[in-house]
């Protein structure tokens, strides 16, 4: 079965300093991955989408960068954090392009907090 | 453009009683629609789909939706809601040709004993 791991599940960081946060989906291949973020525990703001290793798309200019350097593997970073990047990052993968009526599937989040 | 509106912030009902929480949506060509729930500080769950054929559809935890093409709706229902139901939930669509999701801002489920 497939499963997804986002990692950490909480993190605190200062202003300024820099973010990697981690996904990686297993028991799949050539999955489109998504990054969402969730403000106050309400809806759901897509950030970046991938198709492919390399292939990156962003929906939402910001601070935020995303990379794909394996199949499975989906990262997303900042250089220099801000406070308003505070939120609830959640990891999601579906089946490959050409499948759109197959649901999303979650991992269980990075609470993020900057202070 | 694409959207879903979920009318309701919150719904209480009363644990054995049914639950319904509203979700209409808007789409260019046929729609495919989903409903997912949230527990605190974890990931959202699917819990059932349509895409084409019966307009009623029956999810995880006793779960059913029911699409209203000329309503444009989507409703989700349970006949006997429980206590362990109490959770935010998430109406969302894709049109037929994006794999982009779009999600309602959410419902608010609180089941009492």
């Known amino acids: 079965s497939q499963t997804i791991h986002q990692w950490p599940a909480t993190l605190v960081q200062p202003v300024g300093s820099p973010l990697s946060l981690e996904c990686t989906v297993e028991g799949t291949s050539n999955p489109n991955l998504y990054w969402y973020r969730q403000a106050a525990g309400r809806g759901l703001q897509l950030l970046f989408y991938?198709?492919?290793?390399?292939?990156i798309s962003s929906e939402v200019p910001q601070n935020l960068s995303a990379s794909r350097p394996q199949d499975r593997q989906f990262i997303l970073s900042s250089k220099k954090l801000l406070l308003s990047d505070s939120g609830f990052y959640l990891c999601?993968?579906?089946?490959?392009?050409?499948?759109?009526?197959?649901?999303?599937?979650f991992g269980d989040g990075t609470r993020l907090s900057i202070l | 453009a694409q959207s879903v509106a979920q009318p309701e912030d919150q719904v209480n009902v009363a644990e054995g009683n049914p639950l319904t929480v509203k979700c209409t949506y808007s789409v260019s060509g046929n729609p495919y629609l989903f409903w997912y729930v949230q527990y605190p500080n974890r990931g959202l769950q699917f819990l059932l789909k349509y895409i084409t054929g019966d307009n009623l559809v029956k999810g995880s935890y006793g779960f059913e939706a029911e699409f209203n093409k000329s309503q444009t709706s989507f409703h989700l229902k349970k006949p006997s809601a429980l206590v362990s139901d109490s959770a935010l939930y998430f109406c969302a669509v894709r049109a037929s040709n994006d794999y982009k999701l779009s999600f309602g801002a959410g419902t608010t489920v609180t089941v009492r004993a």
């Open positions: 991938s198709v492919g290793i390399g292939q």
């Open positions: 999601a993968w579906s089946v490959e392009q050409g499948s759109i009526n197959q649901p999303q599937h």
